[in-house]
């Protein structure tokens, strides 16, 4: 089911003009906060967090954002309404199930066309260095040699993150995960990405992870990563905000 929101023209640029923004997910870490509202509208710094996104959105060049819902989803919407300005903004409803990432993004694909898109998770917050994040995935995406880029960020620059890395990189942009329980991984996915719809098929029905399209792309050798130059942070849990809110403050 989608609903349009908003409309802005297309300029065309080579910055993806369609971004998937994950915004379905129960919010469970976030909770109490999240007791009657959903995640992405949890503030942070005096916006919602998927404000925060749509800002960075507009920033980069992006003009249409596909943005599912599922927990309190009508909340969700209204707020799409009244704060999407200069975006075109589709909603990919999962109220009936909620599909996780990979299956979020099934669900939504005839809504995403057959040009790369960018993919951003709603939870995560991110400050530009000396050039626009978006734009510089962008700049380094080869469709010849890449289904999916993501933005990383290096584990000891990664504020309020409790893990232990996600991926290494490679002296050639390629990825590979943290091998085993227990290792260390000097990079942590930032929530933000690249990929290309052609990765996205042969999926099963029903909720899964993106972690099925990652493996499939590291596999094939397809999967780089592209160190993110500015701040970052973990905002998933209620201890997070004040934390970011004081690194902010501090410019």
Same mark, same amino acid.
């Given at each position: ?7 802005? @023209?297309? @300029?065309?640029?080579?910055? @993806? ?5 994950? *915004? ?6 976030? =909770?109490?906060l999240t007791a009657t509202r959903p995640k992405p509208l949890v503030e942070v710094a005096g916006k919602p967090l998927i404000d925060h996104v749509f800002d960075r959105l507009r920033t980069a060049g992006v003009h249409r ?16 309404? $009244? +704060? ?6 589709? !909603? ?16 939504a694909r005839h809504l995403l066309g057959d040009d790369p898109i960018v993919v951003v998770n709603s939870d995560n917050l991110w400050v530009d260095g000396p050039v626009d994040a978006i734009r510089l995935l962008a700049a ?8 999916? $880029?993501?933005?990383? !960020? #290096?584990?000891? =620059? ?10 290494? $990189?490679?002296?050639? /942009? +390629?990825?590979? +995960? ?5 290792? %260390? ?6 929530? !933000?990405?690249?990929?290309? #719809? =052609?990765?996205?098929?042969? *999926? ?11 493996? +499939?792309?590291?596999?094939? /050798? =397809?999967?780089?990563? $592209? %160190? ?9 849990? @209620? ?7 004081? !690194?902010?403050?501090?410019?």
């Amino acid at each position: 089911m989608t609903r349009q929101l908003a409309l802005r @023209p297309d @300029p065309g640029g080579r910055v @993806p003009d369609t971004a998937m923004v994950m *915004a379905a997910g129960l919010g469970k870490r976030m =909770r109490p906060l999240t007791a009657t509202r959903p995640k992405p509208l949890v503030e942070v710094a005096g916006k919602p967090l998927i404000d925060h996104v749509f800002d960075r959105l507009r920033t980069a060049g992006v003009h249409r954002a596909v943005v599912n819902v599922h927990y309190l989803a009508d909340a969700l919407e209204a707020h799409l309404r $009244l +704060r999407t300005e200069g975006l075109e903004v589709v !909603v990919s409803d999962e109220r009936a199930r909620l599909m996780e990432t990979g299956g979020g993004l099934m669900q939504a694909r005839h809504l995403l066309g057959d040009d790369p898109i960018v993919v951003v998770n709603s939870d995560n917050l991110w400050v530009d260095g000396p050039v626009d994040a978006i734009r510089l995935l962008a700049a380094r995406w080869d469709d010849a040699t890449m289904d999916v $880029l993501l933005l990383l !960020v #290096p584990l000891a =620059r990664a504020h309020n993150h409790a893990g232990q890395g996600d991926f290494y $990189l490679g002296g050639d /942009g +390629r990825i590979t +995960r943290r091998r085993g329980q227990g290792r %260390v991984a000097p990079f942590v996915f930032t929530g !933000v990405q690249i990929v290309h #719809p =052609r990765l996205l098929v042969d *999926a099963p029905e029903g909720p899964f992870s993106t972690n099925l399209f990652w493996n +499939r792309a590291i596999e094939a /050798g =397809r999967a780089f990563g $592209l %160190v993110h130059q500015g701040l970052w942070f973990d905002v998933g849990y @209620p201890g997070a905000i004040a934390a970011t809110e004081a !690194v902010l403050a501090d410019g």
